[in-house]
T-cell receptor, first 115, second 114 residues
């Protein structure tokens, strides 16, 4: 158990819908990351937050957004869903996310299926 | 650009066999290197890491040495068990502006047969 929690574990929805994925980091960690794992793209970095502020964006679509709240939990919002958004979405956290030596600890993931 | 290349899988071994999964990287600067493991139906778990050249990371019988001269971080284990069956990901990170995002390889599926 990494200490990072994600809910829900599974999500099945229809095209055009909007969903919210939730992540709670390990106690004491200030940085939260979101990654997408799909068969065709592999594991891709989406976005990072540090202590409530957006730190960096990766390959995140404009239909996707995220935020980190004062209690440090984070939510990833996916809207106007398409079939191709079906993937496993991981959240990770690290103590600071300010150094290459920081280790990122991953949650169990949310499997999103868009029908 | 910065990237990680892993050997193609699947790798199929008999129990107690020796394991090597090759990983090479391309990066500017001095990355940290990681191996993560994903067991069936589960999330990613950190297996080991190395943060500078010639460092050896080790955990649960797995080892990998950060070789700057060959830009490699090969994963090895002397005697695999059925319970080691999983997907193994090599990854690197360093500071890109304001982030230390991970860049992953494509993953290597290991299947260990009894």
């Amino acid at each position: 158990d990494s200490g990072v929690t994600q809910t829900p574990k599974h999500l099945i929805t229809a095209t055009g819908q909007r969903v919210t994925l939730r992540c709670s980091p390990r106690s004491g960690d200030l940085s939260v990351y979101w990654y997408q794992q799909s068969l065709d793209q592999g594991l891709q970095f989406l976005i990072q937050y540090y202590n409530g502020e957006e730190r960096a964006k990766g390959n995140i679509l404009e239909r996707f957004s995220a935020q980190q709240f004062p209690d440090l939990h984070s939510e990833l919002n996916l809207s106007s869903l398409e079939l191709g958004d079906s993937a496993l979405y991981f959240c990770a956290s690290s103590v600071a996310g300010l150094a290459a030596t920081d280790t990122q600890y991953f949650g169990p993931g949310t499997r999103l299926t868009v029908l | 650009g910065n990237s990680v290349t892993q050997m193609e899988g699947p790798v199929t071994l008999s129990e107690e066999a020796f394991l090597t999964i090759n990983c090479t990287y391309t990066a500017t600067g001095y990355p940290s290197l990681f191996w993560y493991v994903q067991y069936p139906g589960e999330g990613l778990q950190l297996l080991l890491k190395a943060t500078k050249a010639d460092d050896k990371g080790s955990n649960k019988g797995f080892e990998a040495t950060y070789r700057k001269e060959t830009t490699s971080f090969h994963l090895e284990k002397g005697s695999v068990q059925v319970s080691d069956s999983a997907v193994y990901f090599c990854a690197l990170t360093f500071i890109y502006g304001a982030t230390n995002k991970l860049i992953f390889g494509t993953g290597t599926l290991l299947a260990v047969q009894p």
